[in-house]
Antibody
Framework: EVQLVESGGGLVQPGGSLRLSCAASGFTISSYEMNWVRQAPGKGLEWVSYISSSGTTIYYADFVKGRFTISRDKAKNSLYLQMNSLRADDTAVYYC?????????WGQGTLVTVSS | DIQMTQSPSSLSASVGDRVTITCRASQSISSYVNWYQQKPGKAPQLLIYTASSLQSGVPSRFSGGGSGTDFTLTISSLQAEDFATYYCQQGYSSPPTFGQGTKLEIK
């Protein structure tokens, strides 16, 4: 069974950093394209970042470019999102998503709250 | 960026009704549209991919159509568990973008 379990969210002050993790099971993360998608409270879905199966192609949404970094660890079968220079408008639930015929598998999400 | 505009933003309907949600892209995107269902407090779930292909395990009362710029998600006979928010998403070009969502409520 495919499972994606995010962790690492929490309360952080503006300008601070957080590292989100996504532990995958039931498949090998390096065989699939993976994404982070976020959802601000009461708002819609917003794509954040993408990493190809080979790991050689990475994309970011303009609003996180230069602040967030996506990565993965094959040995731990995990995906990460390093978030720096956090702003209040980064407050959202962050989902780890496997791309298979669209965004086929989602984690349960982890809440990031940026506030002083 | 390609904009995806859904209509309506909200919709009230009854169990057994036939419902159609529309998604319009700001430029032609062939058939690269996916549809998702999200219930409160839960992660979205993929319903339809590449405009009209039904995701495994999704009931056949859900169907998708369209190509180019105009797309539809139809629920042929609403069930109680279908009351949720629905999103379209284009996978034609980066960045991938979502519609603003359509909240389907019980009348």
């Amino acid at each position: 069974e495919v499972q994606l379990v995010e962790s690492g969210g929490g309360l952080v002050q503006p300008g601070g950093s957080l590292r989100l993790s996504c532990a995958a099971s039931g498949f090998t993360i390096s065989s699939y394209e993976m994404n982070w998608v976020r959802q601000a409270p009461g708002k819609g879905l917003e794509w954040v970042s993408y990493i190809s199966s080979s790991g050689t192609t990475i994309y970011y949404a303009d609003f996180v470019k230069g602040r967030f970094t996506i990565s993965r660890d094959k040995a731990k079968n995990s995906l990460y999102l390093q978030m720096n220079s956090l702003r209040a408008d980064d407050t959202a639930v962050y989902y780890c998503v496997r791309e298979i015929r669209g965004y086929g598998d989602w984690g349960q999400g982890t809440l990031v709250t940026v506030s002083s | 960026d390609i904009q995806m505009t859904q209509s309506p933003s909200s919709l009230s309907a009854s169990v057994g009704d036939r419902v159609t949600i529309t998604c319009r892209a700001s430029q032609s995107i062939s058939s690269y549209v996916n549809w998702y269902q999200q219930k409160p407090g839960k992660a979205p779930q993929l319903l339809i991919y590449t405009a009209s292909s039904l995701q495994s395990g999704v009931p056949s009362r859900f169907s998708g159509g369209g190509s180019g710029t105009d797309f539809t998600l139809t629920i042929s006979s609403l069930q109680a568990e279908d009351f949720a928010t629905y999103y379209c998403q284009q996978g034609y070009s980066s960045p991938p973008t979502f519609g603003q969502g359509t909240k389907l409520e019980i009348k």
